[in-house]
């Protein structure tokens, strides 16, 4: 199975943001759907954004006008996070596809919003 690595999470201030980045090595990025998911501590995966091969950017409600999914010639996908909250202390995920729970999930980037 294709594994994505994720990057750029950190601790940043509420109101601060983050830009993480989903890549591979050996998977052509760019001809795939990729899908961003977060996991808070002793909740489920929670699907945040998708991005397909078009370039079409779709975004779970909450994260409209927050968050914005994006992709390079470089086999990457980044999650620029704005404007971020204590909700948002998650481990975020990336992974080839739509979104499914059983999708092969990176090992995840930790975000942490906390002053």
């Known amino acids: 199975q294709v594994q994505l690595v994720e990057s750029g999470g950190g601790l940043v201030q509420p109101g601060g943001s983050l830009r993480l980045s989903c890549a591979a090595s050996?998977?052509?990025?760019?001809?795939?759907?990729i899908t961003w998911a977060r996991q808070s501590p002793g909740k489920g995966l929670e699907w945040v954004s998708t991005i397909y091969s078009d370039g079409s950017p779709y975004y779970a409600d909450s994260m409209k006008g927050r968050f914005t999914i994006s992709r390079d010639d470089a086999n990457t996908v980044y999650l620029q996070m704005n404007g971020l909250t204590p909700e948002d202390t998650a481990t975020y995920y990336c992974?080839?596809?739509?979104?499914?729970?059983?999708?092969?999930w990176g090992q995840g980037t930790q975000v942490t919003v906390s002053s």
């Open positions: 992974a080839p596809g739509p979104y499914r729970a059983s999708a092969p």
């Open positions: 050996e998977f052509t990025i760019i001809s795939s759907a």
